[in-house]
């Protein structure tokens, strides 16, 4: 399965962005997809993560400013960024869990190639 993110760029302090990643490969089905993102001279952190069903979760530091969602016949994840800030700059990576259809049934998580979002006046 492989991750395709798109949507990241130059935004201005209180500015809006959105990411979309796409998942594409043959005969699998995704459970959880999610964002991470990484600061320069940071570890990868999770964002938010939401399930096939759409139960979501997010890290504290996002809570009421970034809404995970996702379109499940077309593999897609989203995540819709408001009220950005410096600390909010970080190149973000998308990723899913997913299983084959296949027999026997393969398991894995794949990352996208991630996408800078830098928060900057």
């Known amino acids: 399965v492989q991750l395709q993110a798109s949507g990241g760029g130059l935004v201005q302090p209180g500015g809006s962005l959105t990411l979309s990643c796409v998942a594409s490969?043959?005969?699998?089905?995704?459970?959880?997809m999610g964002w991470h993102r990484q600061a320069p001279g940071k570890q990868r952190d999770l964002v938010a993560r939401?399930?096939?069903?759409?139960?979501?979760n997010y890290a504290d530091s996002v809570k009421g400013r970034f809404t995970i969602s996702r379109d499940n016949a077309k593999n897609t994840v989203y995540l819709q960024m408001n009220s950005l800030n410096a600390e909010d700059t970080a190149v973000y990576y998308c990723?899913?869990?997913?299983?084959?259809?296949?027999?026997?049934?393969?398991?894995?998580?794949?990352w996208g190639q991630g996408t800078q979002v830098t928060v900057s006046s």
């Open positions: 990723e899913a869990d997913w299983y084959t259809h296949t027999e026997p049934i393969e398991v894995g998580r794949s």
């Open positions: 939401i399930s096939s069903g759409g139960s979501t």
């Open positions: 490969g043959s005969t699998f089905s995704i459970n959880y």
